[in-house]
């Protein structure tokens, strides 16, 4: 019988013994490589057969650092195109700015030129706000009695008339519109100087010439002026133009139908022409009007 030591407690050579051997070893081959340089095929061998190895463990970093720059440009790509977007919204409201100021500057240089060619003085006010009202057409500007505004002075633009002042407040005024259907002015049609009363129209956005005779001398385009025989309005200026003549041979009175001629829902600045209505109402009439009553009594 064996009366030995297991073969798990048989240790063999002792550790000490082995440490000693191996590091002897490792000196030896160290000293030998470094004079004689035996190991550099091991070397070489061994790195080739290893490089398959190596770059298929750098496969996993190479996606990950992949797979991170890939978000990270869409991320970034998204950022700039956000920004180019931002920056195109600035710059078109940028350009809608200065296209509005381009023509509010062209058209108040055309009031401001129209004042200086008119004999009375003028006042340039801003339209502040139109109000909602179904049944009447006005305006509120932003000047007032302050500025010396007065109810019944006229409301012009570069183009024409556009109505009259008819409520002053301390810092604003109301202007109701030509086409209002209580508005009423003097005019004469341009081609022929044949002269009437304009008033609102039925439709929005309508003058009518009202009580003309069927067979007048009207032909539809002819251009209405202003008469000059109410003192308020100059002669001359642009009321609207001839969009629709309705004769019959049962009614007394054509239905003559305007466009106007100014900016009246439109204009972001006009002219008031600082008149004094008071003084225009004590004037005597002016003698084309005197002479019309003579004419007709000598018709008769």
């Given at each position: 019988m064996d009366y030995g030591p297991p073969p798990l407690f048989n240790q063999g050579v002792s550790a000490r013994a082995r440490l000693a051997f191996f590091a002897f070893l490792a000196i030896a081959l160290i000293v030998v490589d470094s004079r004689l340089k035996v190991l550099e095929t091991v070397r070489v061998g061994l790195g080739v057969v290893l490089y398959p190895l190596q770059q298929a463990m750098l496969v996993p970093g190479a996606v990950f650092d992949r797979v991170g720059d890939y978000f990270t440009s869409v991320e970034r790509l998204n950022r700039e195109n956000e920004s180019l977007r931002r920056q195109a919204v600035e710059r078109s409201q940028?350009?809608?700015?200065?296209e509005q100021l381009r023509a509010e500057n062209t058209h108040l240089r055309a009031l401001l030129s129209l004042g200086e060619r008119g004999s009375a003085p003028t006042r340039v006010a801003e339209v502040?706000?139109?109000?909602?009202?179904r049944f009447?057409?006005?305006?509120?500007?932003d000047k007032g009695q302050a500025a010396g505004l007065k109810p019944g002075q006229p409301v012009i633009d570069a183009i024409g008339v556009v109505g009259q002042v008819t409520r002053v407040f301390p810092a604003t005024a109301e202007v109701t519109l030509l086409t209002d259907k209580d508005q009423t002015i003097a005019v004469q049609i341009l081609r022929n100087g044949l002269r009437g009363i304009v008033y609102g129209g039925a439709d929005p956005g309508t003058l009518e010439l009202r009580f003309m005779a069927s067979n007048a001398d009207i032909q539809q385009g002819d251009v209405v002026v202003t008469s000059g025989l109410d003192r308020?309005?100059?002669p001359g200026l642009p009321v609207g133009s001839v969009a629709r003549l309705e004769r019959s041979v049962k009614d007394q009175f054509a239905r003559v139908v305007l466009v106007p001629a100014a900016g009246v829902d439109s204009n972001r600045h006009v002219l008031v022409l600082m008149v004094d209505p008071a003084q225009v109402a004590a004037l005597p009439p002016p003698e084309e009007a005197r002479r019309e009553p003579a004419k007709r009594g000598a018709r008769k």
């Open positions: 940028q350009l809608l700015q200065a502040m706000y139109q109000p909602r009202d009447s057409r006005k305006l509120v500007l308020l309005y100059p």
